[in-house]
């Protein structure tokens, strides 16, 4: 199913050149104010080609509301958008059919849909499909900003360039607002040069770069989640792990912790003006799969884009030979600085269904 | 909800220090043969204080089964188990209510239940709970080996001191077979004696240590799982973070491969016996959400236990003021050579719903 | 949620006099070839105004397939339709909002969601959202046919006018083709007139008159559901209560059954073609939850429209007053006649969904 | 799935003759204090061969409580309970194996689970099972009683023997408590020996005798459900449909308002103590699948129960040929008096879910 939720229910549908791609998402409350020029910021900030403006009207992608919300409120019906398909040039993905490419969903849909899937452009496994995800996200934020949850992300790393961390046991507001509307967002802007450097040279090679994304939820209050399968971690981690190309989450420290002793990695309580908060935060915000009232944190980790220009090795399947591949068009060599708005959407679909 | 799948609903219940821990397992097919022997060796090798011995026959954490299995077979209904607590000595947990463990869920369930959690142990949070769990695992993984799809898991770390890895592309039976029957499963078992002197270490220090395990799927079928939400990852993640204490969750090279090039990430694809395979498997055999047919290979990280003996900063929820808390008692200073039988029933769980 | 399915699932948006209405469907299989005509024959036997002809090219209400079908062929990815809303004229119901119709979902709506509802034409919970689930049950059914179950349904009663009921032992392939294409279904067509006269009638009197609709479905292999709430007939009248004004469903003799004994109500077994069949069919082809591999017979009644010209007592939620309210506009005096495909449908969906 | 529930979770298992019968139960909130005397009331009401006396402590079909209650509190952990099975006698069911016994479920068991089920007494299809079903709701119904919300049914009918019915606008707490307590609940208890009468008549004919249950839930404020597949009715409809041998449901005035004109069927709003009423009740309370805020008010029709002593056709599976039955054992000639209880606990379940 491409649906997501318990409480909310978010079903994303479309191909990468069919029609279009759009979203339904139900049990989003009666009554809530939506600004539709926030939403499109966020829509803005996953488009392809746009790092470097952040023009909130952006006339492709443009997600046509069908339900769901009257003159900018929600109505407690259903809110269902469809965002047409445009710009898809009826380009020639035929031979992918047969030859598979590495890394890519070609060769196990093919194998799960017995050839009837659409490959063009990927389908239904398009990375197009996360603009739907990111519109149900940046209704939902809206929602959440208004209980006072925020949530950003930020580039974490790009190939071997880093990004200085989330200081987990203090956020500030003005960070979180200026990486939340920002279309490469990092917390030490020196590194955008370098960063950029890396994609640059990796595309000069016909190839790609993958890097990770480290995201925030500020706000949250305490007691939210639950035991073993009702954990806050196996939500969150079912839900990114549905971003395509996501090969790791972890939460606070992570698998570092896991080289650590509990002296260590245990964070000691404290009250400061009669609240229980926590001197470091290396539980990420959860404990017992429930979270403490400290900013929750995690991070992701993508793979580099599988569709380069370089020649690979394949295999024919309607021939059953081996072969070689070289894939034509233009792609995106790294998605990651595009990927920190569908995380932050992402994360606040997870959070909404757990709070609902 | 303590409660996972969505073709086969898993619900656990029990409280540490309650009359019984259990399982209720629906969906199972009827007319599958069931080895309870089998069952109480995964039992074994999760319960507490033995892993030197594997003797089957394990008296405490016996697990009765009242439903669903009748002369060895499955019936259809659902398979309900009870394993009773004996072992439960009536120490005083009442000092808990008030100054919660650090790392641990006291605080965070004190504040979703109101304190009315029963926190003797950990109550629902204990990782005795884990035992139905493992209950649950031994009999799906049965029925799944029927279909040829094996799975084992080694402890891939503890602190510093790591295990060699699964060699993703090719997984020997026997390998499987030895490792999946340990009570301390190691690819190489030279590393045995540093790892316990690591745990012995800690436990001098009255301190714990974390880990990591590793964990590989043999003999899935190509073509299942699903885009998006639909994604093995996902659907594996959101299990394997329901067991207490995991912390991370990456698949293939996962954190890893976000420092790669595509060309060095992309798994080659090739022809051997009319089979395609891939040269590498940094995809952890699992592309677009679906499985491509190579072992499923996936690690998680452990925290290490939060209840050490060495005095710690907490506060005194009753008081409002902060205070030092030793916990007394005797603990696990490592859980993770018991969490690699947890994590293997947690994948058959989870591949099981997949299957189904 | 408005929202069906475990295996499948079925979301439905969209409001009466919003900008469209629609349905998206996951969990379709992939290669299953929809003859788009068939559904265009479905949405036309539930459009409005139409009951005398037949035309399958219906320009209005025509479903616009989003994605999920590619040259009539499913893809597996989800099945999206959208059916604009044209026949939209601004009529002024903005004092339904503070004088809800009698037998209406106005006031119940207006508690639900504190007035935001989008109230034109009863917004999402307008008959018009029978239309994407009529869609969604032209596409499911087409699969179903091809393994050999067939649904068709009939006006049972319309007022005290009775058609004859289904044959529950046996019935015709040639009256289920017949029937499940006629937009004024009936066994015994010379009720036709008696019915129209009575529909007429009630018109006439500025009123409405209710019905019921029996269903059958045959083909059905013996062996699916299965016991307690896993039982065909919750899940069929889970499905079937949520269509518009249905207020009872019963299978095979239903209430009948309350007053016999269990001599008169037990189906004897006997062979025919070393095949197990029933001599009657009180059970409505399900026994214990299971299908028997008889037809599964099933009636649903149906209230009269509340909206009617008469004028009736109400209350003014404005002002807190009684007050009597006239509806004004065109109002379907009997739903029951369009309501047979929707019927029909929604047992094609629940249908599909156990098998899946 | 013998499983319901969204907000809340409820499993059932067991088997007639296995060891024991039980439930678990997700999603109770913590803190709410539980009478284990007000849970043995209503398990003693639906115990066999009790209808004559109501003593509360019943020492056969105890509940065990294993978790999720502690000091008779609610923990927030799942509620388990196991319900030891003592009074089985080793009969010999082999021969229903292969003959199978008319309207029962012996023949859709045995095809869909291969024969591997538990057929003695029924297995898993046993009315057996409503032992825990009646459990869960006698804890789920002490929390609605502390909203306010109370659940009472009474037998409507046995064979053509009619109780009063419910004055579906106006319920009194008196009536609600005494019916919910009763052992044979009627609203006209001059009916009783009539009713009597009638099961006597069927028993001595070596037969059985159907009929009704009505049921009201009185205190439900309005505004809760939802339109479409979210309803009230398919909700409720869900659950009953669970009740083995329950084959009709309806809502208010249910088939009978398919006879009315809507001018007949259509409930007034009024205004009293400025609180809208209506001045009938004809929907049974729920107006678009939300509740009005008047009794819901539902009526369920049960069948005679199958197993009965006279001789039956049948056929035997093992030989393939039409054979006669004729079944030994102490059967229930009528199951309706004991019914009442199921009844309301399903009710019990199916509200709480709603308002959860």
Known sequence: MSFFGEKIKLTVFGESHGEAVGAVLCGVPA????????????IARRAPGRDKTATPRLEKDFP?????????????????????????KSKDYNNLLSVPRPGHSDYTAYVKYGGNNDIRGGGHFSGRLTAPIVFAGAILR????????????????????????????????????????????LIDKSKESEMRAEVESARFDLDSIGGTVECAVVGMPAGVGGPLFE??????????????????????????????????????????????????NNSGGILGGISSGMPIVFKTAFKPTPSIAKPQKSVDLSKGTDTTLEIKGRHDPCIVPRAVAVVEAVAAIAIFDLLS
């Not at 009554?31 to 966020?42: H, S, T, Y």
């Not at 200026?178 to 967002?185: G, I, R, V, Y």
């Open 31 to 42: 009554g809530c104010k939506i600004d539709m020029d926030k939403v499109l910021v966020q």
């Open 64 to 88: 046509e509301v069908k339900s769901g919300i009257l003159n900018g409120v929600t109505t407690g019906a259903p809110i269902a958008c469809v965002i047409e398909n445009t710009n898809t």
């Open 142 to 185: 809206q929602i959440l900003e208004e209980k006072g949850i925020k949530i950003a992300a930020h580039i974490s790393s790009i190939g071997s360039v880093e990004d200085s961390p989330f200081n987990p046991v203090s956020i500030d507001d003005s960070l979180i607002n200026e990486l939340s509307n920002s279309s490469f967002a």
């Open 231 to 280: 954990g806050i971690e196996g939500k969150l981690a079912s839900a990114l792990f549905g971003i395509p190309a996501v090969k790791g989450v972890e939460f606070g420290n992570g698998f570092n912790c896991a080289k650590l002793r509990g002296s260590e990695n245990n964070d000691a309580f404290y009250y400061e003006d009669k609240k229980v908060l926590t001197e470091t």
